[in-house]
C-alpha cells in the first residue's frame, strides 16, 4: 500500500489543490531542513530487548494533560516495537552525542543497536537513559495516527528529568550538519 492509498477522497482534493506534488522533494527537503531542530534518541524496550532510533520530530503537543508528539517513518525497524511495548522513552541530546545519534541512526534491522553502548535504566518502566542526556521524557503511547509516510505518536508523560549538569549544551540539527550553540 502506498502512502498516498492511507487518504480518503477529501484528502486527495485537499492535496490536489496543493498541487501535489509540484513542490520537489529537493525543495522540500532544503526548506525544513533551514528549521534548526534539537536531536533525541526515543529508546525503550520489549522481550527482545531495548531498541532505540535517533529523530528530530519531537515536540511538545499539550500542557493538559501532559502530552508530546513524535514522527517515525513507516520504515522504520523501531516503530513496531515502540508500538507493541506502548511505551518510549525521550532522551535530549547533548552536543557531546553526534557520533551517538548517527549510530542510533542506522537501522535497526539484523543489529542490536545497544551492544556496546553504555546506557543506565530512569523511570517508572526503567527506559533506557544515556550519560549525559539533557533530560529525558517517559512516556505511554495515546494515540497514533497514520499521516503519509510517518506515524505520529502521541506521548502521555509518566516522568521527565532534567540534567543538574551546567555545561550541557543542547545538540542542534541544521542544514543536514549537527551544530552545537554557546548561550
Ligand atoms: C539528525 C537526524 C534526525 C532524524 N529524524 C528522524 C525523524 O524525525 N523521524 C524518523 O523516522 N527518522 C529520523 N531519522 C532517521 C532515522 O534515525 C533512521 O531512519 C534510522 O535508521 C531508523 O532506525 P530504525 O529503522 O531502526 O527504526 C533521523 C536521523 C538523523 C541523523
Redesign the pocket.
Known amino acids: 500500500m502506498t502512502a498516498l492509498a492511507s487518504y480518503d477522497d477529501r484528502a486527495l482534493g485537499v492535496l490536489r489543490e496543493a498541487n501535489w506534488p509540484d513542490v520537489s522533494e529537493q525543495d522540500f527537503k532544503t526548506a525544513v531542513g533551514s528549521f534548526p531542530?534539537g536531536?533525541v534518541i526515543v529508546t525503550g524496550e520489549d522481550e527482545d530487548g531495548p531498541?532505540?532510533?535517533?529523530?528530530?520530530?519531537?515536540m511538545s503537543l499539550s500542557m493538559v494533560p501532559r502530552l508530546v508528539l513524535?514522527?517515525?517513518?513507516r520504515?522504520?525497524?523501531?516503530?513496531p516495537?515502540i508500538q507493541r511495548a506502548g511505551r518510549f522513552c525521550v532522551n535530549l541530546l547533548d552536543d557531546t552525542h553526534s557520533e551517538l545519534?548517527?549510530h542510533?541512526?542506522?537501522?535497526?534491522?539484523g543489529v542490536n543497536?545497544f551492544d556496546g553502548i553504555n546506557y543506565s535504566r530512569k523511570g517508572t518502566d526503567g527506559s533506557p537513559v544515556f550519560p549525559g542526556s539533557l533530560g529525558w521524557i517517559e512516556c505511554s503511547v495515546l494515540r497514533t495516527h497514520l499521516e503519509g509516510d510517518?506515524v505520529l505518536l502521541v506521548g502521555a508523560v509518566k516522568e521527565a528529568a532534567v540534567s543538574e549538569e551546567p555545561t550541557v549544551r543542547p545538540l542542534i540539527?541544521w542544514r543536514s550538519s549537527?551544530v552545537s550553540v554557546d548561550p
Open positions: 531542530t536531536v531498541f532505540g532510533l535517533t529523530i528530530q520530530s519531537f513524535i514522527s517515525v517513518a520504515t522504520s525497524a523501531t516503530l516495537r545519534a548517527l542510533f541512526a542506522k537501522s535497526a534491522r543497536k510517518h540539527f549537527f
